[in-house]
């Protein structure tokens, strides 16, 4: 088995590439509408599958929120320095809700970004070694 994809769903939907394209530097890999069922699909990443998964924005087409719920953690992206990745978004109009530091508990060290619907983001930092290596 492979992870494929990661779904959210979002209430605008250029605003949500816009945020995965702009500030965190993934690609628009395809969009596409749905007007019998009224949904868009957009997938962003940093690859095409099967090489590496992706995120499937999906916006029903007029509803604008969604509640979060509980349930919800994040999507995590290794990054090769959490400090200069946070300036890097906050410079891009991004919202850095945890600057980068040391997990608790431990020595990785983290940061958290929001996007606009407020789905949490952490940021790991890995060598370029290790990323390029697929090592978690």
């Not at 993934?26 to 009224?38: A, Q």
């Not at 916006?59 to 349930?71: K, P, Q």
Request: with cysteine; net charge negative; aromatic share 8%.
């Amino acid at each position: 088995m492979r992870l494929l994809h990661t779904m959210l769903r979002v209430g605008d939907l250029q605003r949500s590439i816009d945020f995965y394209t702009q500030v965190l530097g993934m690609t628009l890999l395809r969009k596409s509408d749905n007007p019998d069922y009224k949904y868009t699909l957009a997938f962003v990443g940093y690859g095409h599958n099967p090489d590496h998964a992706e995120l499937e924005l999906t916006y029903n087409w007029g509803v604008d929120h969604y509640e979060l719920g509980t349930a919800y953690g994040h999507i995590a992206l290794a990054v090769p320095d959490a400090k200069a990745a946070c300036d890097k978004i906050r410079a891009a109009g991004g919202n850095v809700t945890r600057e980068a530091g040391p997990v608790q508990g431990g020595s990785t060290v983290i940061a958290f970004v929001t996007d606009p619907d407020g789905y949490k983001v952490e940021l790991i930092e890995r060598s370029e070694t290790a990323m390029k290596a697929g090592l978690r």
